[in-house]
């Protein structure tokens, strides 16, 4: 049997230009400079990737899951056109008063993924920009990753303790990943 390699990824702040407004539609979502082509390294790579995604905008009225899922058309469109692959998207559409477990910091939506796809999450990482994706991450036993992008650096001056691998943009975090980089 195959064994699968995992890079699940947060999406704002990320793979995309975040807003404190909100992603809220196909014209709003900006992919960050170099992201596409990370998702193109690390899939000719033999990395699948996932997106786990917070998406409280839906909970807030600002958009449904309709205009999400023309949000991901877009997303996984552009990916592709760049020769990358986007296996699957997790998103939770709660607010962060509904106490859900799929919300991050939880590792539902984790959970959830390893489920569905009988993945092994041995080797898998998660590459985030904020600290409730560095606790979703160890709350699954998976290793953190947090990139500069997006809330990134406001993260790591709130937290500077943190010892986890930190990368510039997820290109950066990406090239280290297939180099074989001890993280």
């Known amino acids: 049997m195959a064994h699968n390699r995992y890079v699940l990824l947060d999406r704002d702040g990320v793979i995309n230009e975040d807003s ?9 979502w900006r992919p960050i400079p170099g992201s596409l082509e990370a998702i193109a390294l690390l899939g000719s790579h033999g990395f699948k990737v ?3 995604t917070n998406q409280s905008g ?3 009225g600002l958009f449904d899951l309709s205009m999400l899922e023309r949000i991901h058309r877009k997303m996984r469109r552009l990916a592709a056109e760049n020769g990358g692959a ?3 998207i997790y998103y939770c559409p709660h607010g962060p008063e509904d106490d859900c477990d799929c ?3 939880k590792a539902g939506l984790i959970r959830a993924f390893a489920a569905e796809h009988r993945a092994d999450l041995h080797d898998a990482v998660l590459v ?3 600290l409730r994706d560095i606790q979703a991450a160890e709350a699954a036993g998976i ?3 947090l990139v500069k ?3 990134g650096r406001k993260t790591l001056a709130a937290n500077p303790h943190l010892k986890i691998p930190v990368f510039d943009n997820l290109y950066d975090a990406a090239n280290a990943l297939v180099s074989g980089q001890e993280l």
């Open 149 to 151: 992008t997006g809330k």
């Open 143 to 145: 290793r953190p990753i």
């Open 86 to 88: 986007i296996e699957a």
């Open 58 to 60: 839906i909970a807030r």
């Open 50 to 52: 996932v997106v786990i």
């Open 128 to 130: 985030g920009d904020s």
């Open 20 to 28: 404190d407004a909100f992603i809220k539609s196909p014209e709003e």
């Open 103 to 105: 919300r991050k910091p």
